[in-house]
């Protein structure tokens, strides 16, 4: 993307949501019929418009496009290619209106899978894919975007899934034979990237940026080979722009020797996840003829850069690699827009921080560092230095009780008795049926709840009156629980807006953005909280709620925790310390919690862990050392308690293979599970583990209205038998039922309930 013998700065993709979340309000309204599609393109042109001229405003020389999405990059990809399943492309719907209901689904046509984009807490829409798939040039998203980009000024290098990657994110279709794999379709595939990248050249376009991220994960001979065949093919076309192509999120392994020997033009590499790539670059030959895209600028999280480590990494490779750039990890995407309005944050901590258009500028300057000598930029970098140097060595991170705890924490303070003897201890505590039904934890979050706590935080409405409202809300909730006959119950979670912010909020060495947000799936969006210091726990943060509920019931109120890794897992987390350690500090905090409920006459407390499965790393190798540590958070969170405690967790997506064994260590007394739409496969999984303790499978899907008959939840349950002994089995839906309507929830748990009683009386 640079001449030989100069520095070029570039980013792998920007944020597409709006610095004030403006796409996720325009889609939102559109879907809703107050606005129509011209407006709906307006405020997508602006976005895109103000994107590119900030990007080449600061300075970078290579600009990227087709980083732009209405929902998700990776169903861009399947309607560019006509790729859409025909449910979809078979409704009569206009162009934009197929591709929303291809990524939310409507009555006819249920959504495309939802899924996590690699180990991050982005979602994409899974391509469905048959032998019947033909590929073809359907669309021109990437060549319209170049040319709204070059009207207003700016040359960019549109950016696309890569093919291999595309495919090996790619599902069979139902009904696809046994032996068909999606990445039978390449040359196919292949075909259509062939005619779109003469397109792009045609048109004036220098370069276009692949991705293939999926090489950060372990691959079989056939996938490298897959590879190799792809950017031969690509590569050796004589009418094409330049061609980067972008591993990110680890170390590209094979890969990197595989796409150094391609006839590619650039490759990015990941030096956050992966240092060494410094020195796997230095030994492939082949790249000393190609241009390495330096990824110095983590694009995951939100610390200023070491301008000093960047700077002698990305100096190493000037040596070694044809000619360098400096960039970005990966797409700014997983960061929010600026800093620069989070006036909240203490201003010693924001000091430590750089959002996206921070990192645009950190690049920029490296880059100036690397070609024009450090010298010339010398006021910036010292700039750089104080403020990471500050970090460095603010006290404030330091906790020293929380680390003399810590130290003092032996083996014992994590192992929990026998589970035959909880099991006892707590089936003479409780009393309950066999079967026992419940709930995840969150209630429907109704208008007025959200207001209450939005007037609270306002400062509209005074302690009193906010409590007044949430305890009125927890009394509705248990009484209406109590009516469906449910055996155990929870509070609902009123007070609760997220599982980890409302946490954060409350626990040391945590900040709250205000503006942070940062895009989860389509127009949903998620605000992590900063993880910045020693985290310890002030005061009890959930206990005066669960012991309200209490007190309105005799039957057992389940208290309503999260879990460790979930914790970290959707918070920005430091990085000047190993996760484990971090872990272990957040564990300590919640053990705090479920002691103090257990105090309070709590007997079953849930830990919610359902991010358990994002943050394994994508190489089996690692597997076993983060099972290691996220296991032992767990246990420490919620061990030295009464054997009559009863421990539950809850997990939800779709994948547990890889988890299963984890599951199983962290050793809770009771799993509840999503199962309801792959019809209970994971107990069989579990059963074949050898799995022995509680589980509750989802028997009713609450990602969707549908209100599940008796019938339905009684076969599921029935289904669940052949896996589960009835002694361990319970009964729940899939999830929280926070995003659903009373309208919907009620008829669904009184069914629930009454399909329990009908299969508790055949047993
Ligand atoms: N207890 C949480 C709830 O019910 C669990 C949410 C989740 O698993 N994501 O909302
Ligand atoms: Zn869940």
Redesign the pocket.
């Known amino acids: 993307m640079t001449d030989h013998n100069r520095v070029g700065t570039t980013v792998l993709g920007y944020p597409r949501i709006g610095p004030d979340r403006e796409l996720k309000k325009a889609v939102e309204r559109y879907w809703a019929g107050r606005i129509d599609e011209a407006e709906l393109n307006e405020v997508a042109r602006g976005l895109r418009v103000d994107t590119w001229r900030r990007l080449a405003g600061a300075g970078l020389n290579s600009v990227p496009s087709n980083t732009f999405s209405f929902y998700d990059q990776v169903l861009d990809a399947s309607v560019l290619f006509g790729a859409l399943p025909s449910r979809f492309t078979g409704l009569g719907l206009s162009p934009v209106d197929t591709y929303f209901a291809a990524a939310r689904g409507v009555q006819e046509a249920p959504a495309l899978e939802m899924t996590k984009w690699f180990d991050t807490n982005y979602h994409y829409l899974v391509p469905e894919l048959g032998p019947d798939t033909a590929f073809t040039l359907a669309g021109s998203k990437p060549l319209d975007e170049f040319r709204e980009a070059r009207a207003a000024g700016v040359v960019t290098r549109p950016v696309l899934v890569g093919p291999v990657t595309y495919l090996l994110l790619a599902k069979a279709a139902s009904g696809a034979p046994e032996d068909f794999r999606p990445l039978d379709l390449l040359e196919s595939l292949l075909g259509a990237y062939t005619e779109l990248l003469a397109q792009l050249h045609a048109e004036g376009v220098p370069w276009v940026q692949l991705d293939e991220p999926a090489f950060a994960a372990d691959r079989t001979q056939d996938e490298l080979d897959a590879l190799a065949t792809a950017y031969r093919v690509l590569g050796g076309l004589t009418d094409r722009p330049r061609l980067l192509v972008a591993g990110y999120f680890g170390a590209l392994g094979d890969g990197l020797g595989v796409l150094a020997r391609s006839p590619i033009d650039a490759l990015a590499v990941d030096l956050v996840t992966d240092p060494a790539a410094v020195r796997a670059v230095a030994a492939e030959g082949a790249l000393r003829d190609k241009e390495v895209v330096a990824g110095v600028v983590d694009g995951r999280n939100i610390w200023r850069v070491d301008v000093d480590a960047a700077l002698a990494k990305a100096a190493t490779l000037l040596g070694t690699a044809g000619s360098v750039s400096v960039s970005t990890s990966c797409s700014l995407l997983h960061v929010p827009y600026t800093v620069d309005v989070e006036t909240g944050i203490d201003p010693r901590v924001r000091g430590w921080l750089a959002f996206a258009e921070q990192k645009v500028d950190e690049v920029v300057l490296l880059g100036a560092a690397l070609a024009e000598g450090t010298e010339a930029v010398a006021d910036r970098l010292a700039a750089a230095r104080a403020a990471t140097a500050d970090r460095a060595g603010a006290a404030d991170l330091r906790d020293d009780r929380v680390r003399a705890r810590l130290d003092s924490l032996r083996p014992e303070h994590s192992v929990r008795g026998d589970y035959a003897r909880r099991a006892q201890a707590q089936r003479q505590t409780l009393g309950l049926p066999p079967l026992p039904t419940t ?4 209630f429907p979050q109704t208008a007025e709840v959200r207001k209450a706590r939005a007037a609270f935080r306002a400062g509209t409405i005074d302690g009193d009156t906010y409590q007044t409202a949430m305890r009125a809300e927890i009394e509705k909730v248990i009484r209406l629980q109590e009516e469906l006959g449910l055996d155990v119950l ?1 509070h609902g ?1 009123p007070e ?1 807006n997220d ?1 980890v912010q409302y946490f954060a909020e409350q626990l040391n060495g945590f900040a709250a953005t205000e503006h942070g947000w940062v895009q989860s799936y389509g127009s949903r969006c998620v605000r992590p909280p900063i993880l910045y210091g020693d985290v310890s726990r002030p005061e009890p943060m959930t206990v005066r709620w669960a012991s309200y509920a209490q007190s309105l019931t005799s039957k057992p109120v389940k208290g ?1 925790l ?1 879990a460790p890794v ?1 914790i970290l897992a959707w918070s920005f987390v430091r990085d000047d310390q190993p996760l484990g350690d971090t872990a272990r500090q957040v564990a300590l905090a919640i053990r705090d919690e479920v002691h103090d409920l257990e105090s309070a006459g709590i007997r079953i407390i ?1 830990v ?1 862990e ?1 991010a358990l499965r994002e943050l394994l790393p994508l190489r089996a190798a690692e597997h076993a050392a983060y099972f290691d540590w996220a296991v032992a958070s767990f246990r420490l969170a919620t061990s030295g308690i009464a054997d009559s405690t009863q421990i539950h967790t ?3 997506y779709s994948e547990f293979g890889d988890i299963l064994p984890a599951i199983d260590a962290i050793d809770a007394d009771v799993t509840s599970i999503e199962a309801a739409r792959s019809r209970m496969e994971v107990l069989e999984d579990l059963a074949a583990g050898g799995f022995g303790r509680g589980v509750g499978p989802g028997v009713y899907d609450i990602h969707s209205p549908r209100v599940p008959d008796t019938d339905e939840v009684s076969a599921l349950l029935r289904k669940a038998l052949d896996a589960v002994p009835a002694d361990r089995l319970w009964v729940n839906p899939d ?4 995003t659903r309507g009373y309208a919907e929830v009620e008829p669904s748990l009184s069914n629930l309930v009454t399909a329990t009683g009908q299969v508790r009386a055949e047993l």
């Open positions: 709930t995840i934890g969150s929870v979670e609760r599982m309503m999260t979930t849930q919610d359902p809850h997990m939800c999830c929280g039922l926070k």
